[in-house]
């Protein structure tokens, strides 16, 4: 078995991908570089990104899927699950093997993971719509941290850029060390590096944060606390739609 590695991007993949016919190959496994670990008799490859390749591809795709099931599998890779790219060749070679729409052919076990997997992914999506808290900066930009399971922050831009239009504001993946960035015109890509002993989480002792920033805190958290109707409270369905591991990104389960 012989591994090929691409570089973690999409169009990385969609070109491994292209490969794969060109070559005829059915023994290769994709893999991403960053994340692979060499195996001591292993046979490994690095794959150049050819954009050309790609979109070769993805046209292809084009013609025999819907936009709704080309965001399934774009959302698989979104995923950043270990391996997963073996189940998304399965689901593209079922594609252009069969002549017919199989978007509903759940018997097959490729189109049924995909389906399954990029539910997830959208579910977490819309958590992280819904549990976005913004941060005032001294600079006049909105900011928030997130830490989700998977890669959403591609699939979110779109929201934050039609629900804050009038308003700069920066979005950071802080286990993926990347943000989406909104200058009134258009959504980039950014990196950010922080020093060592900078608390990225809100702090009132730090020089970033505008001076209304606390107050607008504390006054959130004050309507949250007496709009609480203390009788009707229930634990366990609030877990069940804001889990616990989201409570620190909020700002009126974090202050007193």
């Given at each position: 078995?012989?591994?090929w590695l691409y570089d973690?991007?999409?169009?990385?993949?969609l070109s491994a991908v292209?490969?794969?016919?060109?070559?005829?190959?059915?023994?290769?496994?994709?893999?991403?570089?960053?994340?692979?670990?060499?195996?001591?008799?292993?046979?490994?490859?690095?794959?150049?990104?050819?954009?050309?390749?790609?979109?070769?591809?993805?046209?292809?795709?084009?013609?025999?899927?819907?936009?709704?099931?080309?965001?399934?599998?774009?959302?698989?890779?979104?995923?950043?699950l270990p391996g997963e790219?073996?189940?998304?060749?399965?689901?593209?070679?079922?594609?252009?093997?069969?002549?017919?729409?199989?978007?509903?052919?759940?018997?097959?076990?490729?189109?049924?993971?995909?389906?399954?997997?990029?539910?997830?992914?959208?579910?977490?999506?819309?958590?992280?719509?819904?549990?976005?808290?913004?941060?005032?900066?001294?600079?006049?930009?909105?900011?928030?941290?997130?830490?989700?399971?998977?890669?959403?922050?591609?699939?979110?831009?779109?929201?934050?850029?039609?629900?804050?239009?009038?308003?700069?504001?920066?979005?950071?993946?802080?286990?993926?060390?990347?943000?989406?960035?909104?200058?009134?015109?258009?959504?980039?890509?950014?990196?950010?590096?922080?020093?060592?002993?900078?608390?990225?989480?809100?702090?009132?002792?730090?020089?970033?944060?505008?001076?209304?920033?606390?107050?607008?805190?504390?006054?959130?958290?004050?309507?949250?606390?007496?709009?609480?109707?203390?009788?009707?409270?229930?634990?366990?369905?609030?877990?069940?739609?804001?889990?616990?591991?989201?409570?620190?990104?909020?700002?009126?389960?974090?202050?007193?």
């Amino acid at each position: 078995m012989t591994t090929w590695l691409y570089d973690g991007s999409f169009d990385g993949f969609l070109s491994a991908v292209f490969d794969l016919y060109w070559q005829k190959k059915t023994d290769v496994v994709i893999r991403k570089e960053q994340d692979h670990v060499k195996g001591l008799f292993e046979n490994v490859i690095f794959m150049p990104t050819i954009t050309a390749n790609a979109d070769r591809v993805w046209a292809g795709l084009t013609k025999k899927l819907t936009e709704a099931v080309l965001q399934q599998l774009f959302c698989c890779y979104l995923s950043e699950l270990p391996g997963e790219e073996d189940n998304m060749v399965g689901f593209i070679r079922h594609v252009f093997a069969s002549e017919q729409d199989v978007s509903g052919d759940f018997g097959n076990k490729y189109v049924l993971h995909v389906t399954q997997l990029s539910r997830k992914v959208h579910r977490e999506k819309h958590r992280m719509e819904a549990f976005v808290r913004f941060q005032l900066t001294k600079d006049n930009i909105y900011y928030s941290l997130v830490s989700p399971d998977y890669n959403v922050l591609p699939l979110i831009a779109r929201h934050f850029k039609e629900r804050y239009a009038d308003q700069y504001w920066i979005i950071y993946d802080e286990r993926r060390r990347f943000g989406i960035y909104y200058n009134l015109d258009k959504v980039e890509t950014i990196r950010l590096q922080f020093n060592a002993d900078y608390d990225p989480h809100y702090h009132t002792t730090g020089n970033v944060w505008a001076p209304e920033e606390e107050l607008y805190q504390r006054l959130w958290n004050t309507y949250f606390k007496e709009a609480n109707i203390v009788s009707r409270r229930n634990p366990r369905l609030q877990l069940q739609h804001m889990p616990r591991r989201y409570w620190k990104y909020l700002t009126e389960m974090r202050l007193g």
